[in-house]
T-cell receptor
Framework: ETGVTQSPTHLIKTRGQQVTLRCSSQ?????VSWYQQALGQGPQFIFQ???????GRGNFPPRFSGLQFPNYSSELNVNALELDDSALYLC??????????FGSGTRLTVV | DQQVKQNSPSLSVQEGRISILNCDYT??????FLWYKKYPAEGPTFLIS?????DKNEDGRFTVFLNKSAKHLSLHIVPSQPGDSAVYFC?????????????FGGGTRLMVKP
């Protein structure tokens, strides 16, 4: 059983809308990262939070934003959704040791 | 600019034989490498890792080899089992004090035939 849970598991949104994806990390995991996995590709790093501060960002526009909370939960927000945002969004947490525990992901479909 | 590449999108192996999955990287600053396995409808599951100070790490049926001069790593699974059938991702990172960010390859789908 994974220690990282994500909600919802599936979501359908209309182009231009906003979406919030949620992640609950394992207790003690002070680092959380979000990844986007398009069909047939490997996960792409979106950003990382460490102790509630963003401390790294991949090649994603500012309409992708996030929050990390003291209770080890976090959010990924995407504004002005585009068709190409359709993907599996993965949350991963780490206690800072170098390896990450991934959640099962949220499958977002933008129509 | 793909910094981590898995050039074989798929691999088919007979049960009991060895599976060898390959990965190449371009960024010489990477100092930590990981392999993840992913089943459909699940998130990636950590398998095994290796630090750049080593050239081999073994865990049961899984062994990862790192050739820094060639910027190449491989995952060996022996003996392969049908339950190993999944997509395998190679990932690399450069560790810093705030943690490491993973750069993934595109994955290799392994099929182990009974």
């Amino acid at each position: 059983e994974t220690g990282v849970t994500q909600s919802p598991t599936h979501l359908i949104k209309t182009r231009g809308q906003q979406v919030t994806l949620r992640c609950s990390s394992q207790s003690g995991h002070n680092t959380v990262s979000w990844y986007q996995q398009a069909l047939g590709q490997g996960p792409q790093f979106i950003f990382q939070y460490y102790r509630e501060e963003e401390n790294g960002r991949g090649n994603f526009p500012p309409r992708f934003s996030g929050l990390q909370f003291p209770n080890y939960s976090s959010e990924l927000n995407v504004n002005a959704l585009e068709l190409d945002d359709s993907a599996l969004y993965l949350c991963a947490s780490s206690p800072g040791t170098g390896s990450y525990t991934f959640g099962s992901g949220t499958r977002l479909t933008v129509v | 600019d793909q910094q981590v590449k898995q050039n074989s999108p798929s691999l088919s192996v007979q049960e009991g034989r060895i599976s060898i999955l390959n990965c190449d990287y371009t960024n010489s600053m990477f100092d930590y490498f990981l392999w993840y396995k992913k089943y459909p409808a699940e998130g990636p599951t950590f398998l095994i890792s290796i630090s750049s100070i080593k050239d081999k790490n073994e865990d049961g049926r899984f062994t990862v080899f790192l050739n820094k001069s060639a910027k190449h790593l491989s995952l060996h699974i022996v003996p392969s089992q049908p339950g190993d059938s999944a997509v395998y991702f190679c990932a690399a990172s450069r560790f810093n004090n705030a943690g490491n960010m993973l750069t993934f390859g595109g994955g290799t789908r392994l099929m182990v035939k009974p």
